[in-house]
Every structure is written in structure tokens, then in C-alpha cells.
């Protein structure tokens, strides 16, 4: 079976995939006579189709532990999703580039608990493995008429390990 | 000075100024072949004028202590505005009813680090008051071109008391 290590999440790494959501290197500036400090305008949000539009959800994710084998992946051609974690466990981002999906391409990522992550319309990627413990997430997707969730197994299995 | 004491925050009491964002009570559902629920749809998200979108920021405020008086109020007349906290600490929410600000109408809930609220378009709120310790928060509120934000001083100041 094919192999895939962790990588550290990083804007950098991830910006073939969406937008990491945090402070660190952000754009920054004091608000509310200076009590606050905004960290703004993380994410780029995507919603397309009919009647689309934000929503805001909550995703509750059961613990996985590895290695754990990798067999689908899954995409939303009319919006990008965001994932911001709530309970400040890590978890895994198991990623691979718009269009036909490549085995070979799929990358993993390690997420803090305090970073989030927003897939931009079209990127493949796996559901949620929250690592440690079942940990909820601050989700912000599109609803619309069309369905949006394009799911695809893998033509060989990939073991993903840290 | 007139004295005002936290309720505890629940979608009922917080109906007439926006939506209360947590699990408990929520529509849910299982998605991802059952590993994960779905707590959807959870807030009223509103965004209007030119040009106008939804972002996604990140919010650090400071601690503040109780009892706190309460000089000011402020509201968005072009869209709601979310926190959803991401550092599990209490918080105290501070609003009054759209239209003119009258004081004696303004009520404060205390928060617990595991309860979001959107503030609904007009709605008056006290900025951001953490309690425990410096504390980041999810924001989902508006960019546009017209300025959004509406700031009041009170004729009378109010002291928040637990």
C-alpha cells in the first residue's frame, strides 16, 4: 500500500489548496479602542449556483487514530468549506489538486488546534480525522440547490502514518 | 449608577437580537459515512450594500474583570456579525434592540467558551468583553464600501455586574 507521511500546515504549502486560518502572519490591527486586536480577512470565501449562499454549522468528528487507511476523497464543485477547530485538539488535512483526482498528488497535512482550513471550490479532500479526541469545528459552506458534494474512491488504497 | 446583571445566554432570551451558536437544541444530522454530525445551519448570516461579502477574521481580546461599566454601544446597519469563541474562556454579551438606544432596554448574558453569537443587522452591542483570559474568537461579519459601524456613547453609564 502506498504510503503518505504528515507534513506541517503551513499558508505556504496549503496555498495550492485553500487558506490556513490563523494569526500567525496575518494582517492585524486594533479595533475597539485598542482592546481588541483584528486578525482580518482570512479566508476566501466561494459560493456559486443557484440560490447559493454562507452558512454557518457546527461539525462534531469522532477521534482517529494512526496509521489509517486513506480509500476516498471527496470535492465541492460550488463552494469552498471552511473548518476552524473549537475544542484545540490537532487533525489531519489530506488534500490533492482541482481536476481529475491523482493518487500520486493527494498531500497530508498536520493542523493544530489552532489553525483552520478552507478548502476552495473543487479541491479534493478527505473527510474529517480529528486526532486526540472527538473535537467540534466552526464550519462556514455554501448552501444552494445543486448538490455539492462529489465523493470518489481511490483506485489503490494509501496508508497514511505520522 | 444604574446596575446591570449577566443572564445566562440561551436562544430564547437571545431571539430578539440574533442567534445563539452551539450544539445543544440544534437540527443535526450524520454525514461522512457516520464518522461526524452536523449541527447545520446555525446562524442568520446578512450582508448588504455595495459590494458586500462575508469574511472571515480572527479576534483576540483582552481580559476584562467584573464589575465593568459600560460607557458605549455600538451596532453594523449592513450585516450580522458572528463570534464563535476558540479559546473556551466565558465572555459577556452586552445589546439592546434595533432602533433608537434606550438604556434601560439593554440586557447582558454571560457566555459560556462553547456558545457563538451572530448578532443580527442594527442590533446594538458592547464590543468585545472576554473574561478569564485573553481570548480568540471566529468573527463572520460584512466588508463593503459603506462604513458599518455605528458607535453611541450612553447618556448615562451602566455597571456590569455578575
Redesign the interface.
Known amino acids: 500500500m502506498m504510503k503518505l507521511a504528515l507534513q506541517p500546515l503551513t499558508r505556504e504549502a496549503f496555498k495550492p489548496f485553500g487558506d490556513v ?3 500567525e502572519g ?1 494582517t492585524h490591527f486594533p ?3 485598542g ?9 476566501a ?1 466561494q459560493f456559486s449556483g443557484s440560490n447559493a ?10 477521534a ?1 487514530t494512526l496509521p489509517l487507511e486513506i480509500t476516498m476523497m471527496e470535492h465541492h464543485p460550488y463552494g469552498s468549506q ?1 473548518f ?3 475544542s ?1 485538539h490537532p487533525y489531519v488535512v489530506v488534500v490533492a489538486p482541482k481536476g481529475e483526482l491523482q493518487p500520486q498528488q493527494i498531500q497530508a497535512f498536520l493542523a493544530t488546534g ?1 489553525q ?1 482550513v ?1 478548502y476552495h471550490s473543487g479541491v479534493w479532500h478527505h ?2 480525522i480529528s486526532l486526540e479526541a472527538s473535537s ?1 469545528f ?3 459552506d455554501r ?1 444552494g440547490e445543486e448538490a455539492n458534494c462529489i465523493e470518489q474512491d481511490l483506485n489503490q488504497s494509501i496508508l497514511l502514518e505520522f
Chains 1, 2 share one sequence.
Open positions: 486560518v490563523e494569526t496575518a479595533i475597539n479602542n482592546t481588541t486586536t483584528r486578525f482580518h480577512d482570512l479566508a470565501l449562499k454562507p452558512i454557518v454549522s457546527i461539525f462534531r468528528g469522532q482517529f471552511l476552524m477547530p473549537l484545540g489552532q483552520g478552507n473527510p474529517l467540534d466552526l464550519i462556514v448552501a
